[in-house]
């Protein structure tokens, strides 16, 4: 075993203040903790740079997300550029040394082992972040280096099978939708001429809140976090007990859909199959089972139709977000119950 920060560079340069050129940003959202990628930088004149805006990193460095660590946004630095590399003081910078194999490390960082240890160590209830002493202090298995090389292969080899999975879930969804048109019309233009309903004909908005945490401790909790954009898929929860949950939260059970009202855009729309409890920062919807079926609606509110709605919304604020009155305002086409067959959806 050793600590990472044995098998590190000790310090990282930091941006001088003399410097007068362009600079290609890596912020804090920059990384992406589902494809564990670096999707997004911003090349910016030295002048326009936020003050956090500090490390200077390099191609095969590692990238780890000091805030929100349950959320594992872990990346590689895969690019060099001719404009200097600077990543937010929000990442813990760590550069191998000849004692451990990059991807080793990077597969280790991404590990149940290293997110628990990080997460168990985090501080600040609506913010929760490590430190980078944190990081560095965390030991790791350190085997023959070519054994860890013959470990990071095996898990590239299954980090691209995986890869390849998800790709044709995508696909998967992408026919479902189309199956939804072909089944009960182009909603935009409301091409079947099905009769209109208002959301709240439909569905309610259930505020049914908690604060019993010991009732609930062994109880899924669902942040918006846990919701995948576009498929709605619920991973990476935990129990209310293990994230120490301290403010009140939405009970929901397997009839809800939970909606995210923080950034529509990312259209995060789920169908647990549990009991649980939800963020504040999401909606459960409950469908009236007389006039609505829950899978149709939580696909209806995943359409196109339903976005372009939403949107007009949430653009009027820095942190885009919808409220309730907006939500029910929203206005459908509505074919028969009978004819929304679920089994025919997915």
């Given amino acids: 075993m050793a600590k990472i920060g044995d098998v590190c560079a000790s310090k990282i340069d930091t941006l001088n203040a003399a410097y ?5 940003y890596i912020d804090i959202s920059a990384v992406d903790n589902d494809k564990k990628k670096i999707t997004n930088t911003e090349t910016l004149q030295i002048k326009e740079a936020p003050s956090r ?3 200077l990193v390099e191609c095969d460095d590692i990238i780890v997300s000091l805030v929100r660590p349950n959320l594992n946004a872990v990346a590689v630095v895969e690019n060099s550029s001719e404009n200097l590399q600077v990543a937010s003081t929000g990442y813990c910078v760590l550069r191998c040394n000849q004692a451990v194999y990059s991807r080793y490390l990077f597969y280790f960082c991404q590990s149940e082992t290293f997110i628990n240890r990080m997460t168990a160590q ?3 209830a609506s913010y929760p972040a490590v430190s980078n002493s944190i990081v560095k202090n965390c030991e790791i298995p350190l085997p023959e280096r070519n054994k860890q090389k013959e470990i990071a292969d095996i898990l590239d080899k299954v980090t691209g099978l995986i890869s390849l999975r998800k790709q044709q879930l995508a696909k998967l969804d992408e026919l479902v939708k189309a199956r939804f048109v072909e089944m009960f019309g182009d909603f935009k233009n409301n091409s079947k001429n099905w009769p209109i309903v208002k959301f709240d004909e439909l569905a309610k908005i259930d505020g049914n809140m908690t604060t019993d945490y010991e009732k609930y401790a062994d109880y899924p909790h669902i942040g918006i976090d846990s919701i995948e954009k ?3 898929e619920l991973k990476g929860y935990r129990t209310v007990k293990e994230d120490g949950v301290v403010s009140g939260k939405y009970i929901f059970t397997p009839q809800h859909i939970i909606y995210s009202k923080i950034r529509p855009n990312l259209n995060k729309v789920a169908l ?3 009991e649980g409890l939800c963020s504040a920062d999401a909606y459960p919807i409950l469908p009236n089972p007389k006039n609505c079926n829950r899978i149709f609606l ?6 196109d139709y339903f976005l372009d709605y939403i949107l007009q919304f949430s653009a009027r604020t820095n942190l885009p977000k919808v409220n309730r009155k907006e939500i029910a305002g929203f206005s459908m086409p509505l074919p028969p119950l009978s004819s929304r067959t679920t089994s025919q959806l997915l």
């Fill in 230 to 232: 576009e498929t709605g």
């Fill in 53 to 55: 805006a500090r490390q």
């Fill in 122 to 124: 985090a501080t600040g």
């Fill in 272 to 274: 647990p199959d549990f």
């Fill in 20 to 24: 007068n050129g362009k600079i290609d």
């Fill in 298 to 303: 939580a696909l209806t509110m995943r359409s």
